[in-house]
């Protein structure tokens, strides 16, 4: 039985298998799972997360009670449920991944979409039993009284099924996404929109990035649920939820140490290689709806355009790493993003100048090596909770220029350092680029220091220690 439990549909690994049934084993990618690696292995600290794939359900299935670590995995404590595929296919994917997500990154084309019918009922039907899942295992695996924090717009109904399992326990929630204002919460039809409030509400605290993201959930369930609203605290059907705001950062000290490694100096050496001594305008992606990439190159084209006497001596590097190619609006997505890069190129490309170097496949040293180069670091989301490149880039560039879109939720920490644009004003974007590439080297060198010392905060470490703390009882 564990005190600490952590509840996130993506866990600390992930495993592929081979066609002759061989497991190999992996760490988990993105924000989320770097967040939380802090506590996996710690004792008394069980992380309770989903199969994801084929390769995820095979390792399961061999391992007593879910339960990896007793497989032999050196996971840390990890149990993973296998959830039936087709329940999960549709809790994941077209509820959190497109309905939950695209509402709070406002990514409908509204004149088409959400369409709520029959089908979309059957889906929510599984969401909940997916919750449930979630919700009976960390009932099983918690001592009285222990800590829980369940993670992220997957698990939004864990929490108030959790309390009413075991009232004994301390249950926290968080967002890692924005949150939408109430007038377009309410594109969700109204009894799946008051669950997910309620679900949240189940928690003793629920923990957001930024404060406009707290407000805005505090707003919805003012809004939908007539909840009872002081200061931070919301009380709803007899139970106080309080909330927190905590805004993660970097650990610099292991990012630094990492983009040291040799890969990433081979990787700096062939990047010169292609670009010479131009400058360098970076931006670090999944390819991912509410990233923005289309406008990005946009405003790199007008760029151009309005400034013939950069021609040939600046590039611009734009890694989109694939993302959700499940679901056909990120296919349809990256094709868009090709289709604009192959433009700029055709309009652009001489002899010996290539404009814009796009790569699509993940390479992680390979970043590394590109923000080390950046002069210039665009990060121009519609809508992003956070924003983790928007505070890595200044870490490890100190000449680093960051052009950073007022809609993430960095631009709270990092606004007064950055030139902050409009993500739909493509002139303006591209009015920025150009500031950002003749700003002076003093003043894009303290601009730089200050950006790493606000991105450097709250370590993943301390994020997590904050979380911990806030669900200590308070009498
Ligand atoms: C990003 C978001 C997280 C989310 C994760 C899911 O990192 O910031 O809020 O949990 O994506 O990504 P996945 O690849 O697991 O669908």
């Given at each position: 039985m564990n005190s600490v439990l952590v509840a996130s549909n993506r866990g600390p690994v992930s495993f592929t298998v081979s066609d002759d049934g061989v497991l190999t084993m992996k760490r988990g990618g993105g924000g989320l799972v770097s967040g939380l690696s802090?506590?996996?292995?710690?004792?008394?600290?069980?992380?309770?997360?989903?199969?994801?794939?084929?390769?995820?359900?095979?390792?399961?299935?061999?391992?007593?009670?879910?339960?990896?670590?007793?497989?032999?995995?050196?996971?840390?404590?990890?149990?993973?449920?296998?959830?039936?595929?087709?329940?999960?296919?549709?809790?994941?994917?077209?509820?959190?991944?497109?309905?939950?997500?695209?509402?709070?990154?406002?990514?409908?084309?509204?004149?088409?979409?959400?369409?709520?019918?029959?089908?979309?009922r059957r889906e929510w039907d599984s969401y909940r039993d997916y919750n449930g899942a979630f919700a009976l295992a960390l009932a099983e695996e918690a001592v009285h009284g222990a800590r829980v924090m369940v993670q992220d717009y997957h698990l939004t109904l864990t929490p108030a099924m959790l309390r009413a399992e075991r009232p004994?326990?301390?249950?926290?929630?968080?967002?890692?996404?924005?949150?939408?204002?109430?007038?377009?919460?309410?594109?969700?039809?109204?009894?799946?929109?008051?669950?997910?409030?309620?679900?949240?509400?189940?928690?003793?605290?629920?923990?957001?990035?930024?404060?406009?993201?707290?407000?805005?959930?505090?707003?919805?369930?003012?809004?939908?649920?007539?909840?009872?609203?002081?200061?931070?605290?919301?009380?709803?059907?007899?139970?106080?939820?309080?909330?927190?705001?905590?805004?993660?950062?970097?650990?610099?000290?292991?990012?630094?140490?990492?983009?040291?490694?040799?890969?990433?100096?081979?990787?700096?050496?062939?990047?010169?290689?292609?670009?010479g001594d131009r400058k360098l305008i970076v931006r670090i992606d999944r390819t991912e709806l509410s990233k923005n990439i289309v406008r990005g190159l946009a405003a790199y084209r007008e760029f151009l355009a309005a400034h013939p006497e950069w021609h040939g001596r600046v590039v611009h590097l734009a890694f989109a790493y694939p993302s959700r190619h499940d679901l056909p609006e990120y296919r349809e997505y990256t094709a868009a993003v090709l289709r604009c890069a192959k433009e700029i190129e055709d309009e652009y490309a001489t002899?010996?100048?290539?404009?814009?170097?796009?790569?699509?496949?993940?390479?992680?040293?390979?970043?590394?090596?590109?923000?080390?180069?950046?002069?210039?670091?665009?990060?121009?989301?519609?809508?992003?909770?956070?924003?983790?490149?928007?505070?890595?880039?200044?870490?490890?560039?100190?000449?680093?220029?960051?052009?950073?879109?007022?809609?993430?939720?960095?631009?709270?920490?990092?606004?007064?350092?950055?030139?902050?644009?409009?993500p739909y004003d493509v002139c303006e974007t591209a009015d920025a680029l150009h500031a950002a590439l003749v700003m002076p080297d003093d003043e894009r060198r303290s601009r730089a220091a200050r950006l790493a010392a606000a991105a450097t905060a709250l370590p993943p470490q301390q994020w997590l220690a904050a979380q911990l703390d806030a669900l200590r009882p308070t009498s």
């Open positions: 802090g506590v996996a292995g710690d004792d008394g600290v069980l992380w309770v997360c989903a199969a994801l794939s084929d390769g995820d359900r095979g390792a399961v299935r061999q391992a007593p009670g879910g339960r990896l670590d007793h497989a032999g995995y050196a996971t840390g404590a990890v149990r993973m449920l296998d959830i039936p595929p087709a329940t999960f296919h549709r809790a994941y994917n077209a509820v959190a991944n497109s309905t939950l997500w695209f509402v709070n990154h406002l990514l409908y084309d509204i004149p088409n979409a959400p369409l709520f019918g029959t089908r979309f004994d326990l301390r249950i926290a929630h968080f967002s890692h996404t924005p949150w939408a204002p109430p007038e377009y919460f309410s594109l969700l039809p109204d009894e799946v929109g008051r669950e997910v409030l309620e679900g949240i509400l189940g928690a003793d605290h629920a923990g957001f990035l930024t404060e406009r993201w707290a407000r805005a959930f505090i707003d919805c369930c003012a809004a939908l649920l007539k909840a009872d609203i002081s200061g931070n605290q919301v009380t709803y059907d007899g139970h106080t939820t309080r909330i927190g705001v905590h805004s993660l950062g970097v650990d610099g000290d292991a990012l630094t140490a990492r983009a040291g490694e040799p890969d990433v100096e081979s990787h700096m050496t062939a990047l010169r290689d292609q670009v002899e010996d100048w290539d404009p814009l170097i796009l790569n699509v496949d993940d390479d992680y040293p390979r970043s590394l090596a590109a923000y080390r180069m950046a002069d210039v670091l665009l990060v121009n989301p519609i809508r992003d909770g956070m924003n983790l490149v928007a505070k890595e880039g200044p870490i490890l560039s100190p000449h680093c220029a960051l052009v950073l879109s007022r809609e993430a939720g960095a631009a709270a920490e990092l606004g007064a350092d950055a030139l902050v644009v409009n």
